[in-house]
């Protein structure tokens, strides 16, 4: 047995509900003014009626008259077939009126016979005798009297009926005059009786209808079998119990009466208090009781009740025992425990779900003992998981989460606890101590197990994962602490390129923090107009002219200088402000393109997730309209990363664009996720080269020159064009030349610049080629070129960013300063003396020590012999050329 006792009020005076003991009288039998149905009425009037006729005999001396005889026999014959009018009465009399003469001839006729009788023979006999007649009609009148009591009209009936002949016999106005008075006040004392009689019928009526409606529902209520009452004697022995408990204690109810009330529960479960403890301390405070819960071993199967009840007591305040109510509380405690382990576990994979695993972190990290407040915290979070939602569908994506936790609990085993803790993310906590060493392979393997495919009904899928790893108390005492600082190195193992793990360090902290930082001033920038659009010249190949521009985001934040996009870009995606940003460029590229010639266009930039915008192409055209310019001038620059994107509307997108009539280029092909099969399918009419492809492509035995033909090779069998990006040097243009790329964009014909700028170089006309040789000054061309740089007897390699006829800007790393002697080696062969005039950083200021001779535009030697100082003054322009 056991008991609750939470919701307890262990004295509350509560009243059970009462079951009623007997079903009420029926309310017809109280009808005053029926007669016939009183059993036995004239079983009694008839007798007293003959047994009348002795005493006037007596007093007669005489037998009586027939005519009286003869009434009486009436009398009594009406008597006996009493049970014919009480028919008539109860079948045919429907309204007053008709019971009225039902009780005329039932009750007012015999009694009329006998009274005419009692005068008839009082008549015949003289004035003695009418003592006798009195005395009969006085005897009949009574009986009427007595038995038709509460029936007012009735009696009055018999009264005057039986009164009536004597009265009219005896011819006195006297006698008139009190039957007048008899009848006049009898018939109004009956019409009061009748009225008070019908309020109390009705009151007693309406009461009964509580009481039966209170017992129907009591009965109807026990019947369900949810609830149940029981009473006790004073000493706690069962007086009634629901039948419905015959069923679950598998014996008739009968056979439980008279033993002790607290017997039926069984032993304490919840171990604090028995319930006979807990019962009978009620029943011998004589206290009443609430919602004690005990459990019952009934049927097989434990169920739990509950149970309340109050003392009875008489009248005199005497006890007479206990009486209560329970109900059974299993189904309740049951779904409970459902609902717990549904708030407690997901439902899907069956592992813990946010709210347990944080609970059982709590749990860890508040033990009493601080030894056992060590843990570690695993955050792992799938890759490409929507995609495969998407791709697959919801129930393919339920399945690869089944088994991925299945994975878990594989990987983990009896190490800790794994937790779903979002759609993709999920949580391992392993208590106790842990050598880093050892968390490492479990991340490792955690994510080997993971990148497995995951065989489907019939198809197959492939995801990744990033894990980030806290411990506790290195990283965080609190839950709080230590699953943000997980979450940052799981952050920090995406960034680093997903399919890794990483652990906290506090610098991610300093990172996270700056990074939110670089949001809020960003948000700022794109609030008060802080973003800036540069554009870059792309080159025709063949005829060096520009023929377009490629508009890069620039921002000079307040404190850090010029940011690259490649730091803000990924900010702005992760704070949701891409879209602004990103609308904002393509607006003011298409505005400052309408000022520019017709042959040249603009690339713009777009992330992928400005291209998952089902409003992107309203966004195109509305750019477009408001700047007036063709569609054909303007291109949309998209990485590969627009199809990994977990959106499925990317086909759709891809035809709007095309159908506005906007070129599209695959930007940074060559990075990464290149598949042939995106060129297949995607309507581009450009694949732009990464520069990653073209670094050190002209080195001796590089690889990339090969690569670098078949892309070439595939755009021109697509009938794309091929641009390629970031050209720096003289030897990477002649390969790109020679490999047949349609156009190229570097820093070899120019770098981003200012709108200003743009404007000034498009000004000097679309050649590229020549741009600026035939200044009248020394010539300045942004190109870069590998050289060797001696100085003091040491050779070190070398960049050339920019050069004129009488110097050059270096890129040198080594200790070289202002002043120094240094011979700059071009080809071979070609050493040039010069002299360092500047530096800034790593790079160097050189004046040659005579000017150059130039060949072609971009092609200068040393004159033969070398060569005499230049200029003074040449210099600075050197650095001012840089840019
Ligand atoms: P991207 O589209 O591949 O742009 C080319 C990048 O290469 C630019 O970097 C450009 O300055 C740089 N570059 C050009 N020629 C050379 C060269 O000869 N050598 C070297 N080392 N680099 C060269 P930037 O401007 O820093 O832009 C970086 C990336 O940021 C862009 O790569 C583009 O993906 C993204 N980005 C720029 N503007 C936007 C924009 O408006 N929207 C979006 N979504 N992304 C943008
Ligand atoms: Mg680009
Ligand atoms: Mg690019």
Redesign the pocket.
Known sequence: MSVETGTQERNAAHAPPRVPSAAAPSAAAYVPNRVFHIPGYWAFIAPVMAAGLVPAYASARALPVAAAVLAVLVAMLIGVSAKVFARLERETARNAGQRAVVMLLGVGLPMLLYGAAAANWARQQGEPFWIGAVGMAGLAATAASLLLARRSPAMLTALAAVWLPLVAGAGAWQGWCILAIGTVGGTLMAWRQMVSYRQAMARRQEQQRVHQRAFDILVDYERTGQGWFWETDASGRITYLSPSLGDVFGCPVEALRGRPFVELFGDDITGHESAATSLNFHFSARAGFRDIVVSVAAEGKERWWSISGSPILDGCGAYLGFRGFGWDQSERRRSQERSSRLAHYDSLTGAANRLQMSQSLETILNAPDEAQRKCAVLLIDLDRFKQVNDTLGHPAGDDVLKQVAERLRGAVGGMGRIGRIGGDEFQVILPGAHEREVLGELAGTILSSLSQVYPLDDKRAVIGASVGIALAPDDGVTSQALIRNADLALYAAKKAGRGLYRFYVPDLHGDAEERRQLERDLREAVATGGLE??Y?PIVHTVSETITGF?????WTHPRLGTL???RF?PL??EAGL?AP??EW?LRTACRDLANWPESVSVA????PL?FANPALPAIVTSALASAQVAPSRLEL?I?ERVFLSEDTSTEATFAALKRIGVRLAL??FGTGYASIGYLDTAPFDRI?I??SLLRGATAPGSRNGPILASIVGLGEALDMETTA????TLEELELVRALGCSHV????YE??MPLADAVARLARGLDAGTAGSHALRAPRNAI?RKIVLEADGERHEALVRNITVSGAMVEAPGPVQPGASVTVHVEEGQAIPATVRWRDGDRIGVQFAAPLVIDTPRRMRPPVPAIAAPPAGDAPDIRRATR
């Open positions: 659009l540069w870059q490629e508009a890069l985001l620039r690259s996009p490649a870009v702005a995606e891409i940003i990103g460029a713009v930039n777009l992330s400005q620059e990485t930007d940074d732009k990464d520069q990006e970031g050209v720096e964009q570097g820093y070899i770098p981003p870069l």
